[in-house]
């Protein structure tokens, strides 16, 4: 059974375009996460939800909208594409806070050209 | 600013051998270290983590011990199998929010 799940594994867009990335967890955790992988390997925290709450924005730019429908789900939209945000994107569950360990999803290639 | 840091980008190491990969720190509310473990087009695995409140944690082949004073942290692999072979990220946390501050990571090359 997959804990975290997310779609499309890859994704290839041209600037200006917006897309979305879906994330689901069957592990009945609490919290879930956004991080970003770049091109130097650099994982960076973007986002955080617990229990459908907003808890960690980090300094990302506006184009970038987490959703979180419900416990389980965690959806990343990002507007109007760029080159920067070419980079895997990881989401994450943890069963709660402040502290435990974060489980992972299998990441989502973005490509934008 | 890089709270978290691995400076070695690469170990190679003989099959049956310790592994030792090393993290440091520098924000003292740090309070919760982890260590995972990554293969090529895979998300970051879970591997072990320790607490502040101790200064080792075991569990079967993988030992993280803790110098609060040093803001140090290391991995011990013990034996070592082509298995291991992967990048490893330590990570910390500290406050409310649980949110991880990751390392740049280590490549392990664990040779037959």
């Known amino acids: 059974d997959t804990a975290v799940s997310q779609t499309p594994k890859y994704l290839v867009t041209q600037m200006g375009n917006d897309k979305s990335i879906k994330c689901e967890q069957n592990?009945?955790?609490?919290?879930m996460y956004w991080y970003k992988q770049d091109s130097k390997k650099f994982l960076k925290i973007m986002f955080s939800?617990?229990?459908?709450?907003?808890?960690i924005n980090e300094t990302v730019p506006n184009r970038f909208s987490p959703k979180s429908p419900d416990k389980a789900h965690l959806n990343l939209h990002i507007n109007s594409l760029e080159l920067g945000d070419s980079a895997v994107y990881f989401c994450?569950?943890?069963?709660?806070?402040?502290?435990?360990?974060?489980?992972f999803g299998p990441g989502t290639r973005l490509t934008v050209t | 600013d890089q709270q978290v840091k691995q400076n070695s980008p690469s170990l190679s190491v003989q099959e049956g051998r310790i592994s030792i990969l090393n993290c440091d720190y520098t924000n003292s509310m740090f309070d919760y270290f982890l260590w995972y473990k990554k293969y090529p087009a895979e998300g970051p695995t879970f591997l072990i983590s320790?607490?502040?409140?101790?200064d080792k944690n075991e569990d079967g082949r993988f030992t993280v011990f803790l110098n609060k004073s040093a803001k140090h942290l290391s991995l011990h692999i013990v034996p070592s199998q082509p298995g291991d072979s992967a990048v490893y990220f330590c990570a910390a946390s500290g406050g409310a929010t649980n949110k991880l501050i990751f390392g740049t990571g280590t490549l392990l090359a664990v040779q037959p």
């Open positions: 592990l009945g955790h609490d919290t």
């Open positions: 320790i607490s502040s409140i101790k």
């Open positions: 939800y617990n229990n459908k709450e907003l808890i």
């Open positions: 994450a569950s943890s069963p709660g806070l402040p502290q435990g360990e974060q489980y």
